[in-house]
Antibody
Framework: EVQLVESGGGLVQSGGSLRLSCAASGFTFSTYWVAWVRQAPGKGLEWVAN????????YYVDSAKGRFTISRDNAKSSLYLQMNSLRVEDTALYYC??????????WGQGTLVTVSS | EIVLTQSPGTLSLSPGEGATLSCRASQSVSGSHLAWYQQKPGQAPRLLIH???NRATGIPDRFSGSGSRTDFTLSINRLEPEDFAVYYCQQYGSLPRTFGQGTKVEIK
């Protein structure tokens, strides 16, 4: 059974940093693209970033470029999102998801990031 | 960036009725790379349809997708109680990946 478990969310002040993690199991992590997708409270879904199987390809939504860094450790079957210079508008539930040719097939339950002013 | 506009915003229907949800793209979606997701309160989204019309693993055949270029449709044949939820379309033909704003299917 595919499982994705996010952690690392919390309350942080504007301008601060957080590092999110996603532990994967039940599939061969190193053979999948993976992604972060977020959802602000009561709002819709927004793709944040994705990363290729060996970590050499990375893509970001414009609002994340220069502030967020996606990375992975295939030996640990883990995905990460380093978030710096956080803004109030980054407040959201952050999901990790498998990214198969661009569609998000499996999702974790999310970790909540709250940025206060 | 491709903007996806879903309509209607809310659909009020009774169990057993059929539902038709629309997703319109601001530009042609390359390769018909469009997906649909279902999200229930307090849950993560679930992939229903990928590549416009292919059901994801385990999705019942009352869900079907169609369309091309800029106009896409999710149809739900004979709504079951568990189908009342919010539905999102998403394009992955180009970066950035974008989602529609969602259609809520509620019990009438």
């Amino acid at each position: 059974e595919v499982q994705l478990v996010e952690s690392g969310g919390g309350l942080v002040q504007s301008g601060g940093s957080l590092r999110l993690s996603c532990a994967a199991s039940g599939f061969t992590f190193s053979t999948y693209w993976v992604a972060w997708v977020r959802q602000a409270p009561g709002k819709g879904l927004e793709w944040v970033a994705n990363i290729g199987q060996d970590g050499s390809e990375k893509y970001y939504v414009d609002s994340a470029k220069g502030r967020f860094t996606i990375s992975r450790d295939n030996a640990k079957s883990s995905l990460y999102l380093q978030m710096n210079s956080l803004r109030v508008e980054d407040t959201a539930l952050y999901y990790c998801a498998t990214d198969y040719r661009g569609a998000f097939h499996y999702w974790g339950q999310g970790t909540l990031v709250t940025v206060s002013s | 960036e491709i903007v996806l506009t879903q309509s209607p915003g809310t659909l009020s229907l009774s169990p057993g009725e059929g539902a038709t949800l629309s997703c319109r793209a601001s530009q042609s979606v390359s390769g018909s790379h469009l997906a649909w997701y279902q999200q229930k309160p307090g849950q993560a989204p679930r992939l229903l349809i990928h590549d416009t019309s292919n059901r994801a693993t385990g999705i019942p055949d009352r869900f079907s997708g169609s369309g091309s270029r800029t106009d896409f449709t999710l149809s739900i044949n004979r709504l079951e109680p568990e189908d009342f939820a919010v539905y999102y379309c998403q394009q992955y033909g180009s970066l950035p990946r974008t989602f529609g704003q969602g259609t809520k299917v509620e019990i009438k």
